[in-house]
């Protein structure tokens, strides 16, 4: 009504009201409103004002807008429109607060004032630009669907990604941080090593024990911690599966400080590959055995790979804690079982290693030689007998009463606690010679006897009566230690009595090299260049001021798995952060093909220390490091050099790893959701990275296949591919194995080949390859990288008995010139072909037979112990006519020819199992049985001495193997494993 009031009074007037029984006042308001008659008709129907020009309309239009931009501009527009309809006389109020808007009857009234005066409403009102305004090119969409489930939020939380366990903070060392950076500065003082050993024999145990002697932590007394085991996997399976180095800085006997970079490996048989790329950066091995199992078939195949790489070994027996509380063995009998474990591994040093008996001597294993290592990782003591005489020494200090006497020489007296030496107490010597029939050797007297007593005391004795007995040795506990349990008792009492780690630390230094004086033996070994270039002459003196040389064996993921650190081991020159280098691949040859060569910047350098890392500055010849920034191009090894390197004097790499065992068992993998490819392709190429020898390929039907060592390397594969690298769901076909191709007959006939242009021809025979030729090959006893043609040839006249003719004619070994089963020889004569023009296509044939020994002719898999003879060639003497596309695929069908012609056979991959079971009979029948489901062969059965265990060792199809360990157990009710 507001605009059709006109100014008026409002009469409000209060009149007396009666109503029975009450009383009150009655108010009258009436209302006079006065009505602009021009605005209605003569029937009081309102027609409005008149209508102006088009012109006067849109000019009043645009007023009307500014004004009301003016209004809306201002905070105040209301209080001053209604201050503006004051002045104009407009407006007036009433004696209520009613504000009521006059309008002019005249039509003259100008169209301005009409419109400062309007009420401008609340929810009209503007005090800030528009969006619009502000952003005049955004665009605002609405939505009526929710466009992803509800299950999904619209703002996902941030994806915490945990594999692996890491320490948040830099934990409390026994040393500075500083220290151990500046220990990197002096290799004589360094040593680098591998902890290898068969499953569960306490190398990752071990290592823990060296952990908590240098990481100031409260330690759980009662919970195997295994710090190295770093991925959350490792912790669920209790098993090692990735190599991880640690860098610990430990005194020895004497208080002398070494840095140790130190390689835990895995024990499965699984993962040997791991164990290959850990000891390639090493300068020798400490071999961990059970005291209690002893020698077992890893055990065996590790120490072999160790002596292959020309590394010095050290043996740790472990456990020695089995022989008294599970076999509980006398001492004596202790004693029998730790000779019979150390000669065991003597015996097979002697008989599987390459050299001279002089050089067979010097790896001898003895206690008394020092490089033996008695202890119990678990409850956290070790000792060699130089060591434990050292404690003799300071309990026997000279006094007042013994000064003449002088102290105890713990070297001497060392050397007489093992073997047949006994103590003679009347005279106070040792002596070969027994005093009395029954009397115990020094070794049982001094070593034994002292530890047999201590555990029957920790385990058997009172609180008091068990302190004073640890008083009179030094021992002295806190009241509360004494209420722990018996095995976090022995555990403390023992740490105390032993002291730390020194023996072990007094072991590695006198036994193993230095990376100084270890640097020729390795460089000979493993670099692909001539060994008087500069570049080898400096890593031979492990030059820090060199050229930069690194051989990078290991990829470690990053927290988010996007990307890869390498690992690797600087033989010469230094590396600092933000160095230009050059990243040379395995397929890179010097001046010839140069593709497999990139160029990068290294962002980080960092010590890796298991569960966190140590930045520094730079890495100088003789350490390991860890660099950043570097990994694109790497696929499984890599040399590293600096990108400003002479040019003239050619660098050559390092060579590939020369694995022990290889990859037979495959599966095919897709993705769920066939959109995820692109995915899993990345999953696969990052699998390809870490695990040394994953090969992934794609078969010719399209399937994508992965290829391992067995049923738990494909396990840890697929988990990785699953949850860490790909992050979809994949769909695994059933496994399968690789099978090989090989003859067992002599090819019937000559079989030739003609080129393409029918200008060259090819004639080739096929026979079996001698067994023993095709091993010593693998095992590098024969090569054609390290061994020159005179030394081959004398190899093959006198071991194999060839003729001097075939044995100087060896061309190549197939599929690969170094490690190949298959081996060329040129058997043609010389009065009948044209040796300089066979000479001339002798590349291009061995490239042929290689290519045909890779892929053979019955089902395109490998092809071993095979022979290639070539007894004839008609060569073309223009050399356009017989390049590379004439001659290769020539030399790959006739060899194809000359294979299928000499009765070709499939042969099968088989798995040496070692089975472990009681002696009862029963329980080996269930075995027996489980292996004849399976297409077993047991080739041998006999008692595991000095334990009540039965070992049997058998031949298991690969084929056949899927599940055997799940069965063994179910059959044998969880009695026998392997």
Known sequence: LTPLLVGGPIDCRAEPYHKKKKKGRRITIVIIIIMDTSLYDEFGNYIGPEIEDDDEEEELQQRSDQDEV?????????????????????????????????????????????????????????????????????????????????????????KVRNFEKVEKEFPALSYQREYLVDMLAYPHLSRNIALIGHLHHGKTTFMDMLVHQTHLKKWSSSKSTRYTDTRNDEQDRALSIKATPMSLVVPNTEGKSYLLNIMDTPGHVNFSDEVTASIRLCDGVVLVVDACEGVMMQTERLLKHALNEKLPVVLFVNKIDRLILELKLPPTDAYFKLKHTIDEINVFIEKNMVGTD????????????????????????????????????????????????GPIDHVAFSQRLWGDVYFHPEQRNFRRKAPAPNAPRSFVQFVLDPIYKIFTQVLGEAKEDLTSCLSE???????????????????????????????????????????????????????????????????????????????????????????????????????????????????????????????????????HEARYR???DKATAGNWVLIGGVDPSIMKTATITSANIDDEEPVHIFRALKFNTSSVMKVAVEPINPSELPKMLDGLRKINKTYPLAVTKVEESGEHVILGTGELYLDCILHDLRKMYAEIEIKVDDP??????????????????????????????????????ADDILNE??????????????????????????????????????????????????GEVNKALLGSIRESVVQGFQWASREGPLCEEPIRNVKFKVVGASIASEPVHRGGGQIIPTARRVAYSAFLTATPRLMEPYYISEIQAPTDPLCVAAVYTVLQKRRGHVISEGPKPGTPLQIVKALLPAIDSFGFETDLRAHTQGEAFC
Not at 77 to 106: F, H, I, K, V, Y
Not at 799 to 824: I, Q, T
Request: glycine share 6%.
């Open 614 to 616: 140590v930045d520094v």
């Open 781 to 830: 006893e024969i090569s054609f990288g390290t061994m020159d043609t005179k030394s081959r040839t004398a190899i093959l006249q006198k071991k194999y008995g060839w003729d001097l003719l075939a044995s100087r004619n060896v061309w190549a070994f197939g599929p690969d010139m170094e490690g190949g089963s298959n081996v060329l020889v040129d058997d043609t004569i010389p």
């Open 736 to 773: 399968v194995v690789t099978f090989s191709e090989t003859v067992v007959e002599t090819s019937s006939i000559k079989c030739f080949a003609e080129t393409p242009n029918k200008r060259n021809k090819l004639t080739m025979v096929v026979e079996p390859l001698e067994k023993q030729i």
């Open 358 to 405: 002089e050089e067979k001597a010097a790896r001898r294993l003895s206690p008394d030689l020092g490089n033996v290592l008695f202890g119990s990782s678990q409850l956290g003591f070790c000792f060699t007998l130089a060591s434990f005489a050292k404690i003799y020494s300071k309990a026997h200090a000279p006094t007042s009463a013994t000064a003449k006497l």
């Open 70 to 158: 003016m209004a809306s501009a201002s905070p105040l527009s209301p209080s001053s429109s209604s201050q503006q309809q004051q002045q104009d006389g407009g407006a007036r109020s009433n004696g209520n607060g009613m504000e009521l808007s006059a309008t002019s009857s005249s039509s003259s009234s100008s169209s301005s004032a009409v419109h400062t005066r309007a009420i401008v409403l609340h929810e009209d009102k503007r005090y800030y630009p528009d969006a619009n305004e502000v952003y005049p090119d955004a665009e605002t969409m609405v939505q009526d669907e929710d466009t992803q489930p509800l299950t999904v939020p619209i703002i996902a939380p941030p």
């Open 473 to 607: 040795i030094g021992i002295h506990l806190k009241g509360e230690e004494y209420a722990l349990d018996s095995r976090p008792l022995l555990k403390l009492v023992c740490s105390q009595f032993f002291g730390r780690s020194g023996g072990f630390v007094d072991m590695v230094v006198a036994h193993i090299p230095d990376p100084r004086a270890g640097a020729r033996s390795r460089v000979e070994h493993i670099y692909t260049g001539p060994l008087d270039s500069p570049v080898a002459k400096a890593m031979m003196e492990c030059d820090p001021k060199g050229p930069l040389m690194i051989h990078i064996t290991k990829l470690y993921p990053k927290q988010d798995c996007s990307a890869f650190d390498a690992f690797g081991r600087v033989f010469s020159g230094t590396i600092k952060t933000g160095d230009r280098v050059r990243v040379l691949g395995e397929g890179y040859i010097p001046d010839e093909d140069e593709d497999d060569m990139i160029e990068q910047d290294v962002t980080d350098l960092w010590l």
